[in-house]
């Protein structure tokens, strides 16, 4: 028995342990991953540097959809990553300044006081500081504080070393260099002391000004071995200590010192003289060396930690390796230097060549390319190359070419053999870096002005042509969204940042009476034109391969998260986009500065335009036409502003809206239409360019040979344009469900051309232009309105019968009964001011449903057109406000009791009947068109402003009837009689001083009848507005459930003060800033307090004696102001601090000005006193903003300082002014780290 047991106990217990179910981890699935879709190995060289065109996988965060949309947005963009880590970064800017007012104190003593005074004092301030030094350091929160008390003290100490020379105590400049040597020695066992590169890192630049001034003793010669000694030093201490820090900075300033000394001319550095290097092998050798050196040196460090890299990561833009962000730094100094000899063509790309060949070589190595198979190569050829520049006068008598040509040739041909032959090492990312840094050395070298051995740009933009070809085939061929996106910017963006430095240059040497600038890139209007036309091509090749690759340079770096998620869901800134903008722009630019002909100019817009609208129509972008058009018709008419051209615009605007539209929808149609309308508008006004381009001569001949006549006047190009345009639009017209904008722009357009063919003598044209108008109106009339009606009607008797049946019910009751039409009724209701809330379903239900009537807007819209026109013309404003105004009224009055009749509603525009706005919008028109634009029309007869205000009045009470709502329709009417007048008023001031400003008004100084009548109107009835506005807001709050924005009422009271020339200004104001404390409003305050100055300032322009005292009042009120910000922080009312800050600080800056604060020390003052209590209230309420706030306080309060102040002010005063912003310096620094962890919460 206990045999048979046994195998079975066996049995039973290995099935016990056998697992039960499916264990998934047993099971032995097979990876089969995408190799395209792995990550790409990181760049150990370059880092992880913020990339712009970086590919992102399906689901990163800021990919583009095709339809432009973000599916994921990045989680943190650059302003959000500031302000999470932004409050270490505020302490270490203090850290900083403090260390630069400290440094000028030290300088001032030394202007202020004599030798022994000031030596004491700069002792007792170094010891002072290496006292805090040793109290502080060992602390950790205090450390950082403690380490700048120390470097602040050695940078004393050295300027006492310069201020004894300068007093005579060290009578030589020798033994000056010999101290400064000493106390670098000191600074170097100091920073050992306290173990920390920052104190060291001083070291380094005070080594290479020494080096810099060995001139005044030893030459050229000396400031070069002097400043390779100091290198070979400074690298030293970084292998020493091991320190990724003093590496990069020893990297980056070796060579900017050499590029400072290469190109800057002879100059003074307090006593010493700083000598530049001219000897051209001296400086060849020496770059040479240096860089050979720093190639180590970035090779050895390439993993390290460092500044530089952090530094990057605090901007948001990623952690670059320090390889990479030394080297960058060090090329600046390189170029410097290759820039100040690049009339020697051959030497200059000699420096390009061992430049390359040590950091490529460099790069190869971090990359993991074995050493020696690397260096080999590169220093046998550097060897014999330096041999080869040793013995230049026997090379050049030998062969004929001068040792840097050789150098060059050969050095490049070795340089590019090694990279070949391991390109596989080299990542994209390098690749279009390479490009950007060959493009600039490229246009920074090859000559083009022909008046210096150029030849006009045909060999710069031929060279950059081949490199931005081969761009594109890599990006094709290694799938790189990289080099995409450097193919599709590059070409542009250099041109553009080439002409505004250029301009820039030139402005300030002719503020400074200086020599004007003529440019260092001269390029002629055909090589212009072919490489542009070249890299149009090549744009659109690459983006039709590669434009879906997701590349966004909006993704993840913009500001503020809705800014930056609105810039993303437009797709404004995918390359398909930039590929438009961009070239649009480039060409605005380089036509306004002559880079084109007429030729050329209407060729490359006829090419961009052409590839993008194909495009387009091939579904290749994922961007909406409606971008197309905007940037399509805002170049056309800047040109047409400019330069003229108006047939070319013309062809152009017709033939591109109209491809846009046939392929587009139908919501663009109204916003196309328009465009096309404008060049024509424009050429209406007679205007002349401001700028005309040079045609070539046989483009002159064809046009007055064989092309003469009226087949290419502008009036038949116009009438021509419409037809084409029209041929588009109204075979889709009747298909349309919102017909009102397209049919509206199409009337317009064909008013337009037909006014134009008026002007001609062409009886035919103007025949012509007459029945397209008919023919027009007869096809909206027919196929629109009829049918338009029907269907609305059909469509309101369906909501209801839906109702009657129960279909539809309100979101009452269970969950079951909820209704998401109801709710997006009810939501449409809230959101709309014209529509107060309902229990009626069926009204409810109905919101959305209005009634265009086309037939009555077109009437009116011809009436209000004819009446501009004739305003414009004949002038007789008055009379033509009248006739025009009194039959729009009736209009409108018809339609709307007609639409009634139907039980339907009237759409509206920005809370009123279209109609009206329509008929208030014409009647301003008249009034602006009526002092525009006939000669003689003064702005002192303004009889027919007080006919529009009676007009707009009226119109403003039609709309009040049959409406129940009359709180919120009697808002809205109050706004669209203050707004329109308003904008009518600063578009006639702004354009020729047609109408009187505001704040400008004198009411009782003209005609009684022209301008005091008028004015007297105006202002009574802006009172009765104020009056009914604070009647409504009250009876608002205890009728209405809606919040409502303070920013609504402010800004209706700000419009009245503009309007007002005083007392309708001050009740506005006054009952604004009530409204918004009764209903603790702070934004309306926060617009009501500067509308109240205002219109203080408004009555000052006919009260002299109250101008006279308008400054004072203005600083007063700030300085009051700024009292009750502080008062927010006692009484715990912190949403009230924003508002009297901003405030207060405008009336304090704009008070002093106007008191004359500029020219001494009132207003840096007032502006420290303004920082210091911004910046308090943004600790003690622990607010990030108020924080940042007043740094930027302190920093304006500099540069007021130092920009505005006199020259009459006394060094004492100097310093005694240095030592208050540096006391506060400290007391802020202080406070921000004994509160750090509170404020990190923050």
């Not at 104190?199 to 000004?209: G, K």
């Not at 400072?260 to 000897?279: D, K, N």
């Not at 004015?1015 to 409504?1032: A, M, P, Q």
Request: hydrophobic share 50%; charged share 15%; aromatic share 8%.
């Amino acid at each position: 028995m206990g045999d048979d047991e046994s195998p079975d106990k066996v049995i039973r217990e290995r099935e016990f342990r056998l697992p039960s179910g499916i264990d998934i981890g047993n099971l032995d699935v097979s990876e089969n991953v995408d190799d395209s879709k792995k990550a790409q190995k990181q760049d150990d060289a370059i880092g992880d540097l913020f990339d712009p065109f970086a590919e992102p996988d399906e689901d990163s965060p800021g990919r583009v959809s095709r339809d432009g949309s973000v599916s994921s947005p990045p989680e943190r963009d650059i302003v959000s990553q500031l302000s999470t880590e932004g409050e270490q970064r505020v302490n270490w800017i203090l850290m900083v300044s403090m260390i630069v007012i400290y440094s000028a104190i030290s300088i001032q003593i030394g202007r202020v006081f004599e030798a022994q005074i000031g030596t004491i004092l700069l002792l007792f301030l170094a010891f002072f500081g290496f006292g805090l030094g040793e109290l502080w350091v060992p602390k950790e929160r205090l450390s950082l504080l403690g380490i700048t008390w120390v470097i602040i003290s050695m940078k004393v100490l050295y300027g006492l070393a310069i201020e004894l020379r300068n007093w005579g105590v060290i009578e030589d400049d020798l033994w000056l260099g010999i101290v400064l040597l000493l106390l670098v020695v000191v600074n170097i066992l100091v920073a050992y002391r306290h173990d920390h590169d920052a104190i060291a890192a001083q070291s380094t630049l005070v080594l290479l000004a020494i080096g810099s001034t060995a001139g005044t003793e030893f030459g050229e010669l000396g400031v070069a071995v002097m400043i390779l000694i100091a290198t070979i030093i400074l690298h030293g201490i970084a292998i020493n200590r091991g320190s990724g820090n003093l590496a990069s900075l020893g990297i980056a300033s070796s060579n900017l010192w050499i590029g400072m000394h290469a190109i800057t001319p002879q100059f003074s550095a307090g006593p010493l003289q700083v000598l530049p290097i001219e000897e051209p092998l001296l400086l060849f050798l020496l770059l040479m060396v240096v860089t050979s050196l720093n190639a180590y040196m970035a090779t050895v460090f390439s993993k390290n930690e460092n500044w530089f890299s952090k530094g990057f990561e605090t901007l948001g833009l990623g952690k670059p390796g320090l390889w990479g962000v030394s080297i960058s730094l060090g090329m600046v100094g390189a170029v410097l230097a290759v820039a100040s000899n690049r009339e020697d063509l051959g030497y200059a790309l000699g420096m390009v060549t061992f430049l390359g060949g040590a950091f490529c070589g460099s790069y190869l190595v971090v990359r993991g390319v074995q050493s020696r198979r690397v260096s080999r190569p590169l220093l046998i050829t550097a060897t014999v190359l330096t041999l080869v520049l040793l013995n230049d006068g026997y090379v050049d008598e030998s062969l004929g070419v001068s040792s840097y040509q050789i150098f060059t040739a050969i050095g490049a041909v070795v340089t590019v053999a090694i990279i070949l032959r391991d390109q596989s090492s080299v990542s994209d990312r390098v690749l279009w870096v390479g490009s950007v840094a060959v493009l600039a050395i490229l246009v920074l070298l090859v000559p083009t002005d022909s008046k210096s051995d150029g030849d006009g740009g045909f060999t710069l933009l031929g060279i950059l042509s081949l490199l931005h070809i081969g761009t594109a085939v890599l990006a094709v061929r290694r799938n790189s969204s990289s080099l995409t996106g450097v193919t599709v910017i590059l070409p542009w963006s250099w041109i553009v940042t080439e002409k505004m430095i250029e301009e820039t240059v030139r402005t300030i040497m002719i503020a400074n009476d200086l020599n004007e600038h003529n440019g260092m890139v001269h390029l002629e209007p055909l090589p212009l034109a072919i490489y542009l036309s070249l890299s149009s091509v090549l744009l659109f090749l690459v983006n039709s391969k590669m434009g879906d690759s997701g590349v966004n340079l909006a993704s993840g770096f913009l500001g503020i998260t809705e800014i930056s998620a609105s810039i993303r869901d437009s797709g404004l800134l995918n390359l398909w986009s930039i590929g438009l903008w961009l070239p649009m722009l480039t060409i605005v630019i380089l036509a306004q500065f002559d880079g084109f002909n007429t030729l050329s100019l209407v060729s490359l817009l006829a090419l961009v335009s052409f590839l993008h609208i194909l495009s387009f129509a091939l579904g290749l972008r994922n961007s909406s036409e409606e971008g197309i058009i905007w940037i399509v018709a805002i170049t056309y008419l800047t040109i047409q502003w400019r330069h003229g051209l108006d047939e070319s615009i013309f062809v152009l605007m017709c033939l591109s809206i109209s491809s846009i539209l046939y392929f587009g929808k139908d919501a663009v149609y109204g916003l196309g239409i328009g465009m096309v309308a404008v060049p024509m508008l424009v050429f209406w006004t007679g205007r002349d360019p401001s700028r005309g381009l040079s045609s070539p001569k046989w483009i002159s001949d064809l046009d007055s040979g064989v092309f003469s006549g009226t087949l290419f006047d502008t009036e038949f190009l116009a009438v021509a344009c419409t037809i084409v345009v029209l041929s588009v639009y109204l075979p889709r017209a009747e298909y349309m469900e919102n017909m009102l904008r397209p049919a509206c722009s199409a009337l317009v357009l064909v008013v337009i051309s037909s006014i134009l063919s008026l002007e001609s003598d062409n009886a035919l044209l103007q025949f012509s232009s007459a029945m397209v108008f008919i023919f027009t109106s007869f096809w909206l009339i027919s196929r629109g309105e009829i049918r338009s009606e029907l269907k609305t009607i059909a469509k309101r008797e369906t909501v209801i019968s839906m109702v009657s049946e129960g279909v539809l019910s309100p979101s009452l009751g269970p969950l079951s009964s909820y209704s998401p039409k109801v709710a997006e009724m009810e939501q449409l209701r809230r959101s709309k001011r014209e529509l107060s809330d309902t229990e009626d379903i069926s009204e409810l239900l109905s919101s959305e449903i209005t009634h265009t009537p086309v037939v009555g807007m077109v009437i009116l819209m011809i009436v209000l057109l004819s009446g501009i026109l004739g305003s414009a013309v004949l002038g007789m404003g008055p009379l033509i406000l009248v006739s025009t105004g009194v039959f729009c009224c009736a209009t409108v009055f018809l339609i709307k009791k007609r639409t009634k009749g139907l039980e339907l509603d009237l759409p509206h525009i920005l809370g009123i009947e279209m109609p009206i706005a329509l008929s208030v919008t014409g009647v301003c028109l008249i009034l602006l068109s009526a002092h525009v634009f006939p000669p003689g029309s003064s702005p002192r007869l303004l009889l027919d402003m007080a006919v529009a205000c009676s007009l707009i009045l009226v119109l403003l009470m039609v709309s009040l009837l049959e409406h129940k709502n009359l709180i919120d329709r009697i808002s809205i009417a109050i706004d669209w009689f203050v707004i329109p007048l308003l904008l009518t008023r600063l578009i006639g001031g702004a354009l020729v001083g047609a109408l009187p400003l505001p704040f400008t008004v004198e009411p009782f100084d003209g005609d009684n009848l022209e301008w005091t009548m008028p004015w007297l109107l105006l202002e009574s009835i802006l009172v009765l507005c104020v009056i009914l506005g604070f009647w409504i807001e009250g009876k608002r709050s205890n009728v209405s459930s809606r919040e409502m924005d303070g920013f609504g009422s402010g800004a209706r009271s700000l419009a009245i003060v503009m309007m007002s020339f005083g007392p309708a200004g001050i009740l506005a104001a006054s009952s604004s800033a009530v409204q918004s404390v009764r209903t603790s409003r702070p934004s309306e305050l926060g617009i009501a307090l500067p509308s109240g100055v205002l219109a203080i300032f408004a009555l000052s322009r006919w009260n002299e004696s109250l101008l006279d005292w308008f400054g004072e009042i203005l600083l007063i009120s700030g300085i009051v102001v700024m009292i009750g910000c502080a008062f927010t922080v006692v009484l715990r009312l912190p949403k009230w601090t924003f508002t009297l800050a901003a405030n207060g600080h405008i009336f304090v800056i704009s008070g002093a000005i106007t008191v004359g604060m500029v020219g001494n020390f009132g207003l840096p003052v007032l502006m420290i006193l303004m920082s210091t209590e911004i910046w308090i209230i943004g600790i003690l309420q622990l607010r990030k903003g108020f924080r940042i706030w007043g740094l930027a306080d302190l920093v304006a309060a500099i540069v007021c300082f130092l920009v505005f102040a006199s020259g009459d002010i006394g060094q004492s005063e100097i310093l005694l002014g240095m030592t208050v912003l540096a006391v506060e310096l400290g007391v802020v620094a202080w406070l921000g780290l004994v509160n750090q962890d509170e404020l990190l919460k923050d």
